[in-house]
């Protein structure tokens, strides 16, 4: 009998389980599905997801772009459930929205494995894997009291409603500065949607509010952080930004004096730990750990040798 065969015949587990007592590893066809390729991060993800399938052989990508519209997004899960995949990888938009689209694939045998963002309610899940976002929330906190130990007001960009690294990155920044909530004090907290064009109009509109500029602006991404940079640079003003994501252009804001910091939190060891993981258990039926996480740090002038994309830099 052909494993092309076995595959539309029954579950993936199932056939994962027949695989590992011996029988050669078949081919795999798996989906990958990234919230937006408008998005700096979302590209290199991609570009890693790929690089990972093709160290491991074997496996046929189907990529696509989410468009940042979670019905886009949940119509790419659909239509990867009716092509019979073997698997999924993908970075859900929204932790809740798009909820029914996985629980939909899971129902059908279809082992998915979340990257970067994580999604609730959906029990069957086969792993997440991701960056420990409250913990680089923490690692900006935690620079915002070393550069002033006797406190700062402070302007806070946050991420994508609805998003689990928006919520998770909010949550760890307030996880350290709450408790210090007499010398910390946030004098603006809004989101800019993950994006560089609302991080800069955001920003005007705060600094054309506030009586005095904030003494550090905290931002939930990169993208934000360098629109917020441009309105600060443009008014002259010298206030200390930190980014999230070490994107190219962001670790070369660093080198040059632009960005206080950004925080690293490893895309590519993601997207290959979660196609390795996903990989493992189809063909061998070794099931991952249900949450993997890797520790960003923040990455300053002092230690950009540490950055996983120093090397794009011009």
Known sequence: MEMKFLKKVMPAA????????????????IATSVPSLGFPFFVHMQKELAAGAEALGGISLISTDGENKTPKQTADVEAAIIQGVDGIVISPIDAVAMAPALQQAVDAGVPVVTIDRAVQGVPGILAHVGADNVKGGEAQANLIVELFPDGANIVNLQGQPGASPAIDRNKGVHNVLDGMADKYKFVAEQTANFAREEGASVTEAILAGLDSPPDVIVAANDDMALGALQVTSEQGLDIPIIGFDALPEALGSVRDGGLAATIEQFPGGQSRGAMDALVKYLRDGTKPEAVILLTPIAITKDNINDAERLGELN
């Open 14 to 29: 199932a056939v994962a389980a027949l695989l590992s007592t011996g029988v050669q590893a078949q081919d795999l066809t």
